[in-house]
Structure formats: structure tokens, C-alpha cells
């Protein structure tokens, strides 16, 4: 029994091998006695997707980018629309000499076409606070025309036989003016976020200057309380004046300017089309030249005294 030899280690090997061995519990290092920090969480690499743009500009240099391509735009705009205000009245100043179209007749597509061109062009311009200045620029340069050939500081025939009823340059100085003097307040006033402006130039543009052609052509049976108006032309420019204004009004909601509830802005503009009819039909032009040609009644008084004696 005694020659049998035990597996089992000795206890002296055992206590060797332990001392050999690193507790676990103890740092290598003073360095380890630091804790790390956990680690970053790293990104979804999207391979299909797009990263997103960083412009190189400066916030003040895209501002100042911005502004200037803003200035460009409304600069090159309105000198667009000008070149084709201008080149609309010369159109229909050839068509006149040439006695191709009647002086009337060209009178008043000139006065329907010009504000409708200049209300369609708005949306060519930017979305900035001072592009409405820039559009006033074309009336704007209209007027001063008008008043420069009006008081005969110039002379320009085509010009007064294309605007004007008797061909006189004085007639520029009344209908023609007040007509841009109203394209630049709706400009400056309303613009394109209000719905007024657009329905009042489409009245004064278009149902007024359609009335007055048909008027002319078809007006045989009068107002009664004017004769200088007919029914032909009132209940066409009712028709007319309703159509074109509803027509400008889905041209501004489908660019996005204005968001209307259509089943009340037909009724209104239909009811506008109405009042703006009958103070067409009134009249104010003969109550107008009764209050030039009377204007004092003391004068009046002594005229009749001296047919008395």
C-alpha cells in the first residue's frame, strides 16, 4: 500500500502555484485605477441617403447674396413689364393710324389689356416686402408720361390718339391718370395677399372697359335715369366684371397666394360685381359738369339779374 502514490497535488504545490498567479482584483498601473468612459455610439452608416448640404456662405454673406438676387429680380421684372406696357400701346397705336381699328375700339383694349398684363405680372416678382415698390415702378413711369404730354411739356400723337376720346392732350391729365394712379395704390395697398385689389382691377379693367365696347356696339335701349348708358353695357359688365375677377382669383389660389372658401367668394364678388354696375350706371359725370359749370350760386343770382333789367 504504501507504493500507491496519490494524485491529488500536495498542499506546497498549490500554495506555489497561487503565488504565481495576478489577483484579478488589483491594478497593473496607477493608470488603470481611472475609469473609462463608455463608449461613443456610432452612427448608422445610410448608404442611399443624401448627407445634408452646408453652404460654405457666412449667414451674413447669404443675406447679402439673397438681397441682391431679390434687387435683380424685381429690377429686371419691372423693366420687363414696362418694355411690354410700352410696346402693347404702340401695338395699338400702329393698328390706329393704319386705320386698322377704330380710336375707341383701341382706347379700350388698351385700358382692359394694360392692368390685366400689369396684375398678371405680379407673381414674377419676389417674395420680398419691397417687391411691391418695384412693381409701382411701371405705373409709376405711366403717370409721369401722362402728365408730361397732358400739360404739353411733349408731344407724343400716338400716344393721345391710342387713350384718349377727342384727341386732346389734355384728356390725359383725367381717365388716363386716375386709371394709373389706381394700378399703384392696389399695388401698394393690397398687393398680392389681399383679394380686393385683384377684384377691384379686374371691375376697372376689365368689366368696365368690356362694358363701354358693347355699350357702343349693342346699346340701343337706354337707362332710364342716364341716357348715356345702356342696358347692354351694364348687365355686360356685371357678367364680365363677375367672370374676370373669379378667373384672376383662381389664378392667385393656384399660385399659392390666397386660400379662399369659394362658395362664399363667388356670392361676394358676385354681389360686388353688382354694386360696382349700378355706381357705373349713375350720373356722375353729367352731376360733375353741372357742379363745374355752376359752381357758385351768388354768381348765378346776379347773372339772372341782369336778364331781368
Not at 454673406?61 to 410696346?87: Q, V
Not at 404702340?90 to 386705320?99: G, K
Not at 401722362?146 to 384728356?171: M, W
Amino acid at each position: 500500500m504504501s507504493l500507491l502514490v496519490s494524485t491529488r497535488p500536495s498542499l506546497s504545490f498549490r500554495l506555489n502555484f497561487n503565488l504565481l498567479r495576478r489577483p484579478t482584483n488589483l491594478p497593473l498601473s496607477s493608470a488603470s485605477l481611472t475609469p473609462k468612459p463608455p463608449p461613443l455610439p456610432t452612427p448608422p452608416l445610410h448608404i442611399l441617403r443624401r448627407a445634408p448640404y452646408s453652404s460654405p456662405c457666412t449667414p451674413r454673406a447669404a443675406s447679402t447674396a439673397a438681397t441682391a438676387y431679390s434687387i435683380l429680380r424685381d429690377s429686371g421684372a419691372a423693366a420687363a413689364i414696362l418694355a411690354g406696357a410700352y410696346a402693347l400701346v404702340s401695338a395699338f397705336d400702329f393698328l390706329t393710324r393704319r386705320n386698322l381699328i377704330e380710336q375707341s375700339l383701341s382706347r379700350k383694349l388698351v385700358h382692359i389689356l394694360s392692368g390685366l398684363f400689369f396684375m398678371v405680372s405680379w407673381p414674377i416678382f419676389s417674395t420680398t416686402t419691397e417687391a411691391r415698390y418695384f412693381a409701382c415702378l411701371v405705373p409709376l413711369v405711366n403717370c409721369l408720361r401722362l402728365v408730361i404730354h397732358g400739360l404739353s411739356l411733349a408731344s407724343d400723337e400716338g400716344l393721345i390718339k391710342s387713350v384718349t376720346r377727342e384727341g386732346k392732350p389734355e384728356e390725359l391729365l383725367r381717365g388716363p391718370l386716375y386709371y394709373v394712379l389706381i394700378l399703384i395704390l392696389c399695388a401698394l395697398i393690397f398687393w398680392r395677399e389681399s383679394p380686393v385689389g385683384v377684384i377691384s382691377l379686374a371691375m376697372m379693367c376689365g368689366g368696365d372697359g368690356i362694358a363701354d365696347i358693347i355699350g357702343r356696339r349693342f346699346g340701343f335701349l337706354k337707362i332710364p335715369y342716364n341716357q348715356q348708358k345702356s342696358w347692354a353695357g351694364s348687365i355686360s359688365m356685371f357678367i364680365f366684371g363677375f367672370l374676370i375677377s373669379i378667373g384672376m382669383l383662381q389664378y392667385y389660389s393656384v399660385l399659392g397666394y390666397l386660400h379662399l372658401d369659394w362658395v362664399q367668394t363667388v356670392q361676394k364678388v358676385a354681389l360686388v360685381s353688382l354694386v360696382a354696375t349700378v355706381v357705373e350706371s349713375l350720373p356722375t359725370t353729367e352731376l360733375i359738369q353741372m357742379g363745374y359749370s355752376r359752381p357758385f350760386p351768388p354768381q348765378n343770382l346776379i347773372v339772372d339779374k341782369q336778364d331781368v333789367h
